[in-house]
């Protein structure tokens, strides 16, 4: 090794230059591959020791007597107090930071204590030096040598954190070969230092108790120098296997003490190298916990994604197991299929519109969907029995609830799924059962299911009837508010039916004679029929067209419209159907121009034939197919009907009984097939110009007036009274009579509470705070505006039926408003009921305030405003 120096230019005469180039020796042979890096590291540390032997140049010179050296001086045993004690409380948070595995914990506590003593020693042997007393000698001599034996062993507490480090985060599991080196050379090096004692090789102390540093002090310097670079030498081989954010404190570990125990060599009076060491070790231990603590982060991440995917696969397979468990239960009954599904979604619905949290959404809808699990109690030939159930048959019905409380209670992790099921029967009113709880005794849940439950019973379909139509279902649910029903839920019930325009909440049934179908066959007359399409103010255009049957080629084979009214726009034979559907027909529209009038007060026919138009040439048109463009639209009580082929023209004008009334048009036929059916808006809206009136309007308004002009309301909010300011109070008498038109329970007038600059509905900055209809309801208008509705019956009341039939024959009534700031309290007695409604305006001032009546297929008149 000395020829290497020798060649390269370096003296090795020296006797430490020995010592240094056998250890460069030893490194070569174990990093045979970073030879590059250890001839560097040989000319950097030959440099050192040729400056250090001629340490009296000017460079040493300047850096031992820089300014900067005498600041730290000054400050050093104050800074090794502070950080002695920073190291004592590092070593009570070692012992408890769980994070860092055992033996890494071990090597931080062994650091950070050794950092303690080394600088507590280095504190007093700077204190005692030059005290020439029996304990100052001890000291100096005692802490010296404690300084220089806590050195090296804070470098072996290092290497164990690096044996650690490499063994737990390597992909091999060993540590490199080169630390066992490491050891070798800090054992060698703390027995050197004990013999030194003996030998004055590397310091001495003088007759006034200085220390002094003898010839050898580079060899002690050296070899925890040499410790060092084996150890850099090691990270930078093996970075790849420390974490990016242990890289840089193990880095400065192993360069910052280097660099000052170079610097170190050239200065008295200056700890740098323990200082550095102990700074490191105190960073080495914040860098570990941080460290630890992100993987400790990422484990739990990832054992926390590993649980969620377990109790996702949990929930997932009790989804799938409660859906075949209400599939089993729906599969008893052949006309409730899917009915635990519809009812759950329903029940979940409703809890969303009151506020519920998606987890409590999700708990109802689950308890909803086995809600019926009783029924899996209940014999097979009872439940699907199509006739009246006998007594005992219908109270064997009523043991499904608690049947199914019996099978759900054993699921203790889910009391509501037992609750719900027992419960779901009972009525707000204390009539239902197994237990006929009352009111809020019910259980909440059980309260949302009753109401989906109910809903999805009269929207589907059962052995006896259709699916019930939108309007009929919405009654029902207003009847049953307070009675059968949760009124809250049931108002929430109400306005899904007020969103649901398309009627889209309900079984899905096959479709049979709906709008889709490509053709109609019709053998006999009125055989089957068509969907029903509404008229309206807005013109359509239809385009059919009809084959005759060959075997049955007639003057009749042709299409025919039926005119006609019913609560489901279908056309019903059932008596019982078309009883509760209110149907209606009004006429019927051959499409050669034959009307015959059912229910209409009048009717006018305009037809057009061609020039020439024979019956053997209409007789051709019907066996190879007629075209027909049809346009129909509505206004008020009459109907206009424009039939144009390419043989014939014609036009109808229908006269309804009032302007109150529905008309759909459903197309049917004798011998024929219709196909090609197109459907599309003309953008023309009909106006009084439009049809021409071929009989005079009914008005059922021509009685006795007061100091507010009559109104007649054909339909929805069709008119209204002006708006009448409101201040404090307000008496409103009224007589109101429901049209004979009128078939559901809201067909009656409201009370309109709203503002705008001009003072009318619909005014410019119109708002509504209140629409209070007589039958009990009332909605919330804007967020910041709260209405609350109470109702209570009197004994005059005896049931909806009684009520709406009352309100035919005409009903004369007295509302009476106050006004207390921005609380509005209106009160109305009506056929049985009294209604006090509170409307509360929130973080704001309304100066104008109207009132308005208007309402739903009603006539009202006498009326008299006292304010």
Not at 226 to 234: G, H, K, S
Not at 387 to 396: C, N, Q, V
Not at 464 to 475: A, F, I, S
């Amino acid at each position: 090794m000395c020829c290497i120096w020798k060649t390269a230019g370096y003296d090795c005469t020296h006797p430490c230059g020995r010592y240094v180039a056998g250890a460069f020796c030893l490194l070569e042979n174990l990093f045979v591959k970073n030879v590059k890096i250890i001839a560097n590291l040989e000319k950097m540390c030959y440099n050192i020791i040729k400056i250090y032997c001629q340490r009296n140049n000017s460079l040493a010179y300047l850096i031992y007597q820089g300014e900067h050296m005498e600041f730290l001086r000054s400050i050093q045993s104050d800074l090794m107090l502070f950080l002695s004690g920073v190291c004592a409380a590092l070593s009570i948070l070692v012992l408890i930071s769980d994070s860092i595995p055992p033996k890494r914990r071990w090597s931080l506590l062994v650091m950070e204590l050794v950092s303690m003593i080394l600088l507590i020693s280095d504190r007093y042997a700077y204190i005692f030096r030059g005290d020439d007393s029996d304990v100052g000698y001890i000291m100096v001599r005692l802490c010296n040598f404690v300084v220089f034996f806590a050195s090296i062993f804070e470098i072996f507490g290092f290497n164990l954190y690096l044996k650690n480090m490499f063994t737990d985060d390597g992909k091999t599991g060993e540590y490199p070969r080169a630390l066992r080196i490491v050891d070798v050379i800090l054992v060698t090096a703390a027995a050197m230092l004990i013999v030194s004692q003996y030998t004055g090789f590397y310091y001495t102390f003088d007759e006034h108790n200085y220390y002094h540093r003898e010839s050898g002090m580079i060899v002690c310097y050296m070899m925890p120098l040499l410790a060092l670079m084996i150890q850099l030498v090691v990270i930078i081989k093996r970075r790849r296997s420390i974490s990016k954010k242990m890289f840089p404190a193990i880095m400065l570990f192993a360069v910052v003490p280097l660099t000052a125990t170079v610097v170190q060599m050239f200065t008295y009076g200056l700890s740098l190298t323990n200082l550095t060491i102990v700074g490191m070790a105190m960073l080495l231990y914040v860098f570990s916990l941080s460290d630890m603590n992100d993987k400790v982060k990422t484990a739990t991440e990832k054992e926390i994604a590993i649980l969620r995917d377990e109790q996702e696969n949990m929930q997932e397979m009790f989804e799938q197991t409660a859906l075949a468990l209400a599939n089993a239960i729906d599969a008893k009954d052949k006309y409730t299929h899917g009915h635990s599904r519809r009812v759950a979604e329903y029940s979940r619905m409703l809890a969303e519109h009151s506020g519920k949290s998606p987890d409590e959404c999700r708990e109802i809808y689950y308890t909803a969907l086995l809600h019926d699990v009783g029924k899996i109690g209940v014999p097979d030939h009872i439940i699907n029995k199509e006739g009246r159930l006998t007594d005992e048959e219908f109270d064997a019905i009523k043991q499904h609830p608690s049947i199914g409380d019996q099978i759900l209670s054993s699921i203790s992790s889910s009391p509501k799924l037992s609750i719900g099921a027992h419960f779901h029967h009972e009525r707000y009113d204390g009539k239902g059962y197994p237990d006929k709880l009352k009111g809020d005794d019910i259980p909440e849940i059980a309260r949302i299911i009753s109401v989906a439950d109910a809903y999805d019973a009269m929207t589907s379909k059962r052995s006896y009837r259709d699916p019930l139509p939108q309007q009929l279902v919405r009654e029902e649910i207003v009847k049953g508010m307070g009675t059968q029903f949760d009124p809250e839920y049931a108002k929430i019930m109400l306005h899904l039916i007020d969103m649901d325009l398309e009627y889209k909440m309900k079984e899905n049934a096959e479709v049979k004679e709906l709008a889709g179908r490509s053709e109609l066959k019709c053998d006999e007359f009125r055989s089957d029929f068509s969907s029903g399409i509404q008229l309206l103010r807005s013109e359509s255009h239809i385009h059919i067209r009809s084959t005759a049957d060959k075997g049955h080629i007639s003057k009749g084979s042709v299409p025919t419209m039926l005119i006609f009214d019913s609560l489901d726009a279908r056309v019903h034979y059932n008596d019982r159907n078309a009883k509760t559907l209110q149907y209606f027909e009004y006429a019927e529209i051959r499409l050669d121009g034959e009307v015959k009038c059912l229910g209409a007060r009048e009717y006018r026919v305009d037809i057009k034939n061609e020039d020439g138009l024979t019956d053997e040439k209409l007789l051709e048109a019907y066996e190879h197919g007629l075209e027909y463009d049809i346009n129909v639209m509505k206004y008020k009580d009459h109907l206009k009907f424009t039939v144009t082929t390419e043989l014939y023209a014609y036009e109808v004008i229908v006269a309804l009984p009032d302007s109150a009334r529905f008309a759909y048009i459903s197309f049917t036929g004798e011998n024929c097939l219709i196909d090609d059916f197109r459907m599309e808006k003309t953008g023309f809206t009909a106006d009084d110009k439009a049809i021409e009136r071929i009989a005079p309007e009914v008005s059922y308004i021509e009685g006795p007036g007061g100091n507010i002009p009559n109104i007649q309301i054909d339909g929805w909010r069709t008119a209204s009274t002006r708006g009448e300011p409101l201040f404090d109070k307000m008496e409103l008498a009224f007589h109101y009579m429901s049209l004979p038109t009128a078939r559901l329970i809201w067909h009656c007038p409201f009370i309109v509470l709203f503002t705008s600059d001009n003072g009318r509905i619909g005014g410019e900055n119109y708002r509504e705070l209140a629409l209070i209809r007589f039958d009990g309801e009332c909605w919330d208008a804007e967020d910041n505006i709260r209405n609350r509705m109470q109702v209570s019956k009197n004994e005059d009341f005896v049931s909806w039926d009684s009520w709406r039939e009352r309100n035919k024959q005409g009903v004369d009534t007295l509302v009476e408003i106050i006004r207390d700031g921005e609380r509005i309290v209106t009160k109305i007695d009506v056929g049985g009921m009294t209604l006090n409604n509170t409307t509360t305006i929130e973080n704001e001032e309304i100066p104008k305030i109207y009132v308005s009546i208007t309402g739903d297929q009603c006539a009202v008149t006498n009326i008299w405003i006292k304010s």
